[in-house]
């Protein structure tokens, strides 16, 4: 029979700074289950899992969900951003040193009401961290990029440029572009231009008094100048 080793002070140290290291909450990455807008609290749930060791082998735990967790939301009294948030979202789950229930009801400074620390009671959520499975495509790290699926507001050291998804944009630099899939504002401008300057005008033979009519020719193109604008503007 092998003979069993006693502990000696070092080694109950490293069990004690190991076990204190395991029950020790600090940060953790998690996955969205639902988000309440109205509460801007989440349900979510750990990716990892407990970890039970035995001599002949180890048991798998699933964690239990974490509920109304705070959302941080980047905002504060009087401007901010808002993102959508969505069942599936990967985030950082990190625990706060102290209980932070009384400051959650009423915002006040006030003595916790109760004495945990680095406690799963106290998550609070950061949406946004990501893995190689989810990570952003074509990252633009020469702009700084605000976007909703496909509609995007990017602003760079050059430009500002806003594009939707129905190919219409409005680029900004040291001129205004506005443009959509069919028209250009500049040149719906200019055509207009070139009508007004060509215009001409013929008698009208059946009014009694004179008249000048805009002929056939101009009209026509007015029409169709109106019908682009149309197209273009709103």
């Known amino acids: 029979m ?14 004690a700074t190991e076990d204190l290291s395991y029950s020790l909450s600090c940060h953790r990455i998690g996955i969205i289950e639902s988000f309440n807008a109205t509460e801007q609290t989440a349900t979510v749930r750990m990716v990892d899992k407990g970890v039970i060791q035995y001599d002949d082998g180890e048991q798998l735990l699933d964690y239990a969900l974490l509920v109304d967790c705070p959302v941080i939301v980047y905002k504060g009294a009087n ?10 979202d990967s985030c950082l789950v990190c625990f706060n040193d102290r209980d932070v229930d009384s400051w959650l009801i009423d915002g006040l400074v006030q003595r ?40 995007i507001i990017s602003i760079d050291n ?24 069919a028209e250009n504002l500049k040149a719906v401008i200019d055509d207009f231009i070139t009508i007004v300057t060509s215009l001409k005008t013929v008698d009208n033979p059946a009014s009694p008094t004179i008249t000048l009519v805009v002929d056939t020719p101009t009209t026509n193109s007015l029409t169709a100048l109106s019908i682009r604008v149309g197209d273009l503007l709103k």
Not at 2 to 15: A, H, M, T, V, Y
Not at 136 to 143: C, L
């Open 2 to 15: 092998k003979q069993r080793n006693e502990p000696d002070l070092q080694d109950i140290l490293n069990g």
């Open 79 to 88: 401007g901010g951003l808002t993102i959508p948030i969505n069942t599936g």
């Open 112 to 151: 916790p009401n109760t004495l945990r620390n680095h406690d799963l009671s106290d998550a609070i959520i950061v949406v946004g961290i990501r893995n190689q499975i989810n990570k952003i495509t074509n990252y633009n790290n020469e702009a700084t990029e605000l976007n909703y699926i496909d509609n």
């Open 158 to 181: 050059a430009k500002i440029n806003l594009i939707n998804t129905s190919g219409a944009s409005i680029v900004l630099d040291d001129k205004l572009e506005l443009k959509n899939t």
